[in-house]
């Protein structure tokens, strides 16, 4: 490749011309009034929420707001993330009603529109084909990129992307036939007039905790594209920003695990160690794989998983045995132990 194709931010491939990171080159913001004005009163009408769950707000109300946060993140990644954007498992026709159900709830698109834009950002990471490029700044991959047009590289590289899949999905494409009524019925109405009819909440009340609820979904699911961009261990690719991060795992039921997932992005479980307590969306996935409504589940074998770590990872090891801040004498019990066996 010679000097001016890099200056250019290009490298050619077979399938495409691909940008490299990182390509945070100046350009000029043009403002979305619309995002700006809705988010502007989501997060007033949060603080206006938060009040009103201290003071008069019934604990059935604070109840429901957490349930259906969890219900709305469990939508968002066992739903258009591991399933929609990744393919890394199939479901039956019931599960994927019920997972489109509960994606509405997250008030983040219609699902279509969702996996497509991750699948930009997953094929030109960290470029300006990324929608939430983390090479222009926390701010704008959190939340910024929402607030200003779509970068021209952005749009245009979305014109490449193979979404066949999804078009030929029924229950997808139902979703994003209706998406303005039907998300905004289930995600804001539904569970406001709930909590009025069955334990007569005031309409403040229910309105403003659901308004709260939906922020608190759109922030933890936005910490992925940010801090999961910028603080944490790279145990698998230390090359990359996508890091390990404990707490994003925790907000959003184990998507935090990002270094992981852009070395692995088929695996069905987004971290080594899928099966814990800080990956919920494991759990629920491996479930309704019991019942029969998951199948094909993809991971990565322990072997493959090894290679990658000794090959580019920092040399770090979140999960325990053999982290190189391991003290010695741990090594030796866990030896004398196994010896036992």
């Not at 509960?102 to 996996?115: E, N």
């Not at 909590?195 to 309409?203: G, K, S």
């Amino acid at each position: 490749m010679t000097p001016n194709a890099r200056d250019e931010g290009h490298i050619k491939d077979e399938a495409c011309e691909l940008l490299i990171a990182p390509q945070a080159s100046p350009i000029k913001y043009e403002a979305s009034y619309i995002n700006i004005a809705m988010f502007a009163y989501f997060h007033v009408a949060s603080v206006y929420g938060i009040y009103l769950a201290i003071t008069e707000a019934k604990w059935a109300t604070i109840l429901l707001t957490i349930i259906l946060y969890g219900a709305a993140t469990l939508g968002t990644t066992a739903g258009a993330h591991r399933l929609w954007a990744h393919r890394t498992y199939k479901a039956t026709l019931p599960l994927q009603i019920l997972l489109m159900l509960l994606q509405c709830f997250a008030c983040q698109y219609s699902i279509f529109h969702w996996a497509r834009d991750h699948r930009l950002h997953h094929k030109f990471s960290d470029t300006d084909g990324d929608p939430h490029n983390a090479t222009r700044g926390f701010f704008f991959s959190h939340i910024g990129w929402l607030l200003v047009k779509k970068h021209p590289e952005a749009k245009k590289r979305m014109r490449m992307l193979d979404v066949s899949d999804l078009k030929a999905n029924k229950v997808v494409m139902f979703q994003k036939k209706y998406s303005t009524p039907f998300i905004g019925t289930i995600c804001f109405i539904l569970p406001t007039l709930f909590a009025m009819y069955f334990w007569n909440e005031t309409f403040a009340s229910a309105w403003h905790l659901t308004i709260l609820r939906v922020l608190l979904s759109l922030h933890a699911t936005f910490l992925v594209n940010s801090a999961a961009h910028a603080f944490g261990n790279k145990p698998y690719d230390k090359n990359i920003t996508p890091s390990q991060n404990i707490s994003v795992s925790l907000a959003t039921l184990g998507e935090g695990y990002h270094n992981y997932h852009h070395v692995f992005p088929w695996d069905y479980r987004a971290a080594e160690l899928g099966n814990n307590a800080l990956n919920f969306t494991t759990l629920f996935i491996d479930f309704f794989a019991w019942l029969g409504w998951a199948y094909d589940l993809k991971a990565v074998g322990n072997e493959v998983i090894a290679k990658r770590v000794e090959r580019t990872g920092d040399g770090t090891n979140l999960w325990g045995w053999g982290d190189k801040d391991m003290p010695k004498e741990h090594e030796e019990i866990a030896k004398v132990l196994c010896k036992g066996h």
